[in-house]
DNA sequence: TATGAATGAGTGTTCATTCAT
DNA sequence: CATGAATGAACACTCATTCAT
């Protein structure tokens, strides 16, 4: 690949990013084209069709976030510090784009999904190994919040407001994930509850 | 206005209210005629533009959740346990809508506006007088992790697991909210609520 | 017919010549019906579809200019004077709703085009022995002018406005009807002109 | 701009005059695009809303219309003849689309309304100058006389009898328009009746 | 009989995609 | 390869007409 066309290409991507994390997940192509400030006709040159650019998002942002969860492994101070380094660094990579364009994308990549799947797992077992995670905490708890708090309000809020909220719900989220407190503090535990009620519940 | 009027307001509301939540905060107008059963020029007679429309959407999805927190106050056991129907009862009564078609929609009514606040305050000052909930507790951890809570993941997920997920993830939330003596403060823990909460819940 | 029926057929057909002469030839329906202050429904029942409308429309301005051309032979000092008088009455009582609309109408009533053509023809006539019109005056030249004349030019200009211009144009194309002056001042005719023009102006 | 899309906007003008002559002032989209032979997009890319399309459109007629004045002051053997050949042009050109779109319309174009002003006003002062036309010509009597010639009478005329018709009604109002023979003919002249008239005729 | 709500075909406009330059 | 003009299907909206109240 010539050097300007990858030069495009990671112009469109990024721009694509932007506008997704603005404009909600159905991007409008031209918007995409003008802020990476190339011509439609280049956009379909590297994307022929919907799917394709909304997986190279899709993996863009995973590899970050991936990355961001390795480093956080190898360097927290705690297995509670590492996870609340990734999900941190996961907002500040965009995760949220993985929510809203998800229904269009297919990321099959084996390789991709094994090391994202390794990553959470590894989190979270080494939390519950260490008692600072609650003992029935699972992977959706981690992965589908990851992606709930990376998701826009859109209720007219800034960039930064939005960001300071997100990060603030996850630390609070984080505090309710923590095993030793609820442990101690239901003895007579309330664990059983929530399972039993959503089965009730769901219709 | 006419009984057979009325009826048809009624049915695009519900109708509206359905499909923002399955496919997003900008519905297709045939999509709401459709599922409300009525032709697209009667949507359009009672709706003549997209702000009404999401006016009267948000402005009834607003009133039902104000009614459950007032409800919550008034049944519940403890603070805490008010606290949880009222965010519990804000999902299920769609309060995803609010946050997904904000930016369109301008709910001016000082008196909703009014009753809205007074609700959430009341709840959270009534949990940090008791203790139950962490000292900086503010209106926006609730308000705005409600509506977070109440918008779809969108992943594919059916609706029912959605709503799995999100009273889920909503009880790891508060579980994050409670104050540090929460954890003195509850030794009896709220056993019955759940299933009682459950159980009102359904409609 | 009821007497209120018939006080609500008047007031349509007042309304429906008020709003073609304002609006164009295409009145909309509920703006006939609201001007007129009643349902659109009664306006279906008066007129079932919009050919009986116009008919109507048309009709009831073709009497009053007939009775108009009528009330000018018998009232006027001169033949040329009746015939001003008829164009600027014909003007006054709105003959330019004809024009506008007569794509799709069909005033067949044969004693109506007979009085209608005998005011006119006796108006030419008239004038042609007495001298005061030219030679070649035709019933084109008053009937289709007159009708010209009554349309609105729709340029922004105020109700008083588009009368006085046209009432004004009226008065000069009636000086250019006049025959003596013609058949004296232009010796030199410039009955060439107009050929020799026609060959340069045709495509 | 490329040579196919200039030729495309030329095309499309010309289609939205001749539509607009035919079909009156409020010309459908898909009917000016069809004339044209290009796609409805094509349409919207030129000209991206109503009042662009009607202002091109006016303003080419405008441009032709003005040089053909232009042209009459230049060749024309007699003040009264220049007249002639402009107005007989103008309504060659299209000036009647002036009239029927010109609600929508806005040509601020200072140079252009200068030049039209100025070719206007020559040609009555010319004529005024030379005694033959009357000395209380305005240019209301020419620009909206002409405009309104220029207007199909639409009563199911062919083109060429519309033309025909027009440029007949024109003669005869030009006749109206002379200054010498006028004051010469009507000695006597009518002068009471218009008042007279007037106050009858106003509502 | 009058009313105005409901209907849906028709028209206006946008935008994803193709293709000539 | 890059560009942006052209295309037309899809969606938004209006309004003539019908019909329940």
Same mark, same amino acid.
């Given at each position: 690949?010539?050097?300007?066309?990858?030069?495009?290409?990671?112009?469109?991507?990024?721009?694509?990013?932007?506008?997704?994390?603005?404009?909600?997940? *159905?991007?409008?192509?031209?918007?995409?084209?003008? @802020? #990476? !400030?190339?011509? /439609?006709? =280049? &956009?379909?040159?590297?994307?022929?069709?919907?799917?394709?650019?909304?997986?190279?998002?899709?993996?863009?942002?995973?590899?970050?976030?991936?990355?961001?969860?390795?480093?956080?492994?190898?360097?927290?101070?705690?297995?509670?510090?590492?996870?609340?380094?990734?999900?941190?660094?996961?907002?500040?990579?965009?995760?949220?784009?993985?929510?809203?364009?998800?229904?269009?994308? *297919?990321?099959?990549?084996?390789?991709?999904?094994? @090391? #994202? !799947?390794?990553? /959470?797992? =590894? &989190?979270?077992?080494?939390?519950?190994?260490?008692?600072?995670?609650?003992?029935?905490?699972?992977?959706?708890?981690?992965?589908?919040?990851?992606?709930?708090?990376?998701?826009?309000?859109?209720?007219?809020?800034?960039?930064?407001?939005?960001?300071?909220?997100?990060?603030?719900?996850?630390?609070?989220?984080?505090?309710?994930?923590?095993?030793?407190?609820?442990?101690?503090?239901?003895?007579?535990?309330?664990?059983?509850?929530?399972? #039993?009620?959503?089965?009730?519940?769901?219709?």
């Amino acid at each position: 690949m010539r050097a300007d066309a990858r030069r495009n290409r990671d112009k469109l991507l990024d721009a694509a990013i932007e506008v997704i994390l603005e404009a909600g997940g *159905d991007p409008a192509r031209d918007a995409i084209a003008a @802020r #990476a !400030g190339v011509g /439609i006709g =280049t &956009l379909y040159r590297h994307f022929p069709d919907q799917p394709s650019l909304l997986n190279a998002v899709v993996r863009r942002t995973l590899e970050r976030t991936i990355e961001a969860g390795e480093a956080a492994l190898a360097e927290a101070t705690d297995s509670f510090d590492a996870l609340r380094r990734y999900m941190h660094s996961a907002l500040d990579h965009g995760i949220g784009v993985v929510n809203l364009i998800h229904p269009l994308v *297919d990321v099959r990549d084996p390789e991709l999904r094994g @090391r #994202a !799947g390794s990553v /959470i797992e =590894t &989190l979270i077992s080494n939390g519950r190994r260490d008692g600072v995670l609650r003992e029935d905490t699972t992977a959706a708890d981690v992965v589908f919040a990851t992606i709930r708090f990376g998701r826009p309000l859109a209720v007219g809020l800034s960039g930064a407001e939005e960001r300071a909220i997100a990060h603030r719900h996850i630390d609070i989220y984080l505090d309710g994930l923590r095993g030793s407190r609820a442990a101690e503090a239901s003895p007579s535990s309330p664990e059983g509850a929530p399972s #039993a009620r959503g089965k009730r519940r769901r219709k």
